[in-house]
């Protein structure tokens, strides 16, 4: 007798794992249409989802709300900061404005070595083989254009004027490499550095600001402009930021590597900076500091 039921119940069990494996393999196949059970199931198990993942989305949009709250209230005490020192700065500007302007009537003069007449002009022309090194401008001698005239984009130097025709003009970039292209530079900060742009870094795609005395302090991101001591560009164009500064070969000056503020790759329109101050005779000297070259 128990031997029986023991065959039974394996004969309940194989067809159990056979009816199992039926409606498994009758699930999978393509069906247009589910049965009833299935639906319901599937309906069920829609329904808990919507029920929990709403309250969780909720949620999870309740406390994002409550961090966009937090930066936002952050940006604007920021920002708020921000405004208070631009009208601080501003009303600084103004009034050093007034007092440079009723100084210069004063000692009965108008022009400063910042002083320019900017001269716009287009790209036309750029070497593949000396892309770093040379652009064309279509503008010459006809349009006042001469030779060793600032060259500027909106952003900052970008070089200066190397040979002019009638109509057109050769620009040489910071970025080539001629140890003849040299620029007298400041470094601005609470005690002015002088120095000169001379070299190109073309791993690391930074200007060299030589001739820096030794027992200069200079700290990363201050301002580089030229200095308008040499001569040819006015003070105050824009160069770029340093971003390091170490000892030259012999430990008597100092380098600074300066990250450039204009884009010497993509470069379509420019201006021409005419000084209008004039300049001292070739080869002279103003200040200790040479013309630029």
């Known amino acids: 007798m128990p031997q029986f039921f023991l065959n039974k119940r394996l004969i ?10 039926a409606l498994i393999g009758f699930s999978l196949r393509e069906r247009s249409n589910l049965t009833w059970p299935e639906q319901f199931l599937k309906d069920t198990t829609g329904w ?16 994002e709300n409550l961090q966009d709250l937090q930066n936002t209230y952050e940006e604007n005490k920021e920002l708020k900061s921000r405004v208070e020192k ?15 302007k009723d100084l210069r009537e ?17 790209v036309i022309g ?36 190397k040979s002019v025709t009638q109509f057109s003009s050769t620009v040489q970039l910071l970025s080539a490499m001629d140890p003849k292209n040299r620029i007298s530079a400041v470094i601005q900060g609470e005690t002015e550095v002088f120095g000169f742009v001379q070299g190109f870094d073309d791993k690391q795609k930074l200007l060299l600001v030589k001739a820096i ?14 200095s308008g001591l040499g001569g040819v560009f006015p003070k ?34 420019v201006i021409v900076i005419k000084r209008l101050m004039t300049q001292p005779e070739e080869g002279a000297l103003k200040d200790g500091k040479e013309q630029e070259l």
Do not use: C
């Open 12 to 21: 309940i069990l194989l067809v159990s794992i056979i009816v199992l494996v």
């Open 48 to 63: 808990v989802q919507s029920l929990v993942s709403k309250p969780a989305h909720y949620l999870a949009g309740f406390f």
């Open 86 to 100: 631009i009208a601080s700065l501003e009303a600084e500007v103004q009034e050093l404005k007034k007092d440079n």
């Open 106 to 122: 004063v000692l009965d003069e108008t022009r400063t070595l910042r002083d320019f007449e900017p001269l716009p002009a287009t």
């Open 126 to 161: 750029r070497n593949p083989d000396r892309w770093h090194e040379m652009i064309i401008i279509d503008k010459g001698k006809s349009n006042g254009i001469k030779k060793n005239m600032a060259v500027v984009t909106s952003s900052g130097l970008i070089g200066k004027v």
């Open 213 to 226: 005395p030794s027992g200069a302090k200079i700290e990363k991101d201050q301002a580089v402009i030229t």
């Open 236 to 269: 105050g164009l824009t160069i770029g930021k340093v971003v390091e500064v170490k000892p030259d070969q012999y430990g008597l000056n100092q380098t600074a590597l300066v990250k450039p503020g204009a884009d010497f790759y993509d470069i379509e329109n």
